[in-house]
């Protein structure tokens, strides 16, 4: 499956994005699709997960301000980030899995303290 991440940006702490993952066929088909976020001299992090049934889990570092979700119809997941901090400034990866792993490319999110 392929994977196109978009909606990264410039945005003030304290500020929403919402990024979006465009998959290249049904979501369903996969066992989870996953948000990642990977800083500067850091290693990539997990940052929410949604399975096939629509389970979901976060980073404690997100909870109660991310919410991952998703458009089955549209083959979309998303990332609703608010009250975002300088800390969570990264460029940020989407997953997919299966038999194997899935990556789109980043779109970097910067948020000014």
């Known amino acids: 499956v392929q994977l196109q991440a978009s909606g990264g940006g410039l945005v003030e702490a304290g500020g929403s994005l919402r990024l979006s993952c465009a998959a290249s066929?049904?979501?369903?088909?996969?066992?989870?699709m996953a948000w990642y976020r990977q800083s500067p001299g850091k290693q990539r992090e997990l940052v929410a997960q949604?399975?096939?049934?629509?389970?979901?889990n976060y980073a404690d570092s997100v909870k109660g301000r991310f919410t991952i979700s998703r458009d089955i119809a549209k083959n979309t997941m998303y990332l609703q980030m608010i009250s975002l901090k300088p800390e969570d400034t990264a460029v940020y990866y989407c997953?997919?899995?299966?038999?194997?792993?899935?990556w789109g490319q980043g779109t970097l999110v910067t948020v000014s303290s």
């Open positions: 997953k997919a899995g299966d038999f194997k792993d899935y």
């Open positions: 949604i399975g096939r049934l629509g389970v979901t």
């Open positions: 066929r049904n979501i369903l088909s996969v066992n989870y």
